[in-house]
């Protein structure tokens, strides 16, 4: 009876964290597996969603350039901000020198919770900047605005780069293709410009857009990246995948070799030293004849 209650108590203790661990597993945990890759398809579908991620979110803040003299510069009653030149250009020095420090920042938040909950933080904070500057109307809200953006935006990268190492024998060259990829966020705001331009489109209107771009993209970072980072693949060891017996025989066939070897260099040297005992010998005899020769004469 002792064990069965030991059984049944064993079983009662472990149903409650398997039920939570399953619901962690579907929610926060995905765990990445050191020695096998995924499947083809899915690491090309992370490379593309994470060019996209560092593409539209990355350094969007580094084309403030385009829309200066113009979306920001232009009043409400035509669609823009009503900014001034001197308040446009204080708001992208704050925000400039504040994406210095979103790497760090985030990265502490990537230590912690991994690249899933990095991601799509930085992800919602962009967002949540966008909205801030959509419905700004004063300097202080586009400050504000500007310095979330910032915040959220370069910490993309961080969260993105160990998916270089879903590609063995070519991770500098995916990494360095997700570092460029940032280089496209710098032509969103030119977008924004043209949308402004051609289409009449207003602040509010094109930074709620951005909004639900970034939300979604968050979105999709809680979907497709892991919790864990994708580690750089070891070599694979053959040995690693043999049964004992099968090791036993190797290490028996491996230790024979050796002896085979070791039997070999002890002959060679054998040969080697009777060949020049010989060869000593024949040396002397034809010196000892030399002189029997020399004193006969």
Not at 42 to 58: C, D, E, K, S
């Amino acid at each position: 009876a002792r064990p069965a209650l030991q059984f049944a108590m064993k079983d009662t203790d472990t149903s409650v964290p398997l039920k939570e661990e399953q619901l962690c597993g579907c929610l926060t945990k995905r765990k990445t597996d050191k020695d096998e890759l995924p499947p083809f398809a899915t690491r090309l579908a992370l490379f593309a969603f994470a060019m996209v991620h560092n593409g539209l979110l990355g350094g969007v803040l580094f084309g403030w350039a385009s829309i200066d003299h113009t979306l920001l510069g232009a009043s409400t009653e035509e669609g823009g901000a009503g900014l001034n030149l001197d308040d446009t250009a204080r708001i992208f020095s704050w925000a400039s020198g504040l994406s210095m420090f979103s790497p760090f920042l985030l990265g502490i938040v990537l230590d912690n919770f991994g690249p899933r909950v990095g991601a799509m933080v930085a992800s919602l904070i962009v967002s949540v900047g966008s909205l801030v500057f959509a419905s700004a109307t004063q300097f202080w809200g586009f400050v504000a605005a500007a310095l979330l953006v910032s915040l959220g935006g370069p910490g993309v990268a961080s969260c993105i780069i160990h998916i270089s190492n879903l590609f063995p024998g070519n991770e500098n060259l995916v990494m360095a293709t997700l570092s460029g990829s940032v280089a496209i966020s710098f032509s969103v705001f030119a977008v924004f410009d043209d949308l402004w331009s051609r289409w009449h489109m207003t602040v509010p209107e094109l930074f709620q857009l951005y909004a639900a771009v970034a939300f979604s993209l968050g979105i999709g970072s809680l979907i497709l990246y892991p919790d864990e980072p994708y580690h750089q693949q070891p070599e694979h060891d053959d040995q690693e995948d043999l049964s004992p017996e099968e090791e036993k025989r190797l290490i028996s066939k491996e230790t024979a070799d050796s002896s085979k070897k070791l039997l070999t260099i002890h002959e060679g040297d054998e040969d080697a030293l009777t060949h020049h005992e010989d060869a000593h010998h024949h040396h002397h005899h034809h010196h000892h004849h030399h002189i029997e020769s020399a004193m006969t004469t």
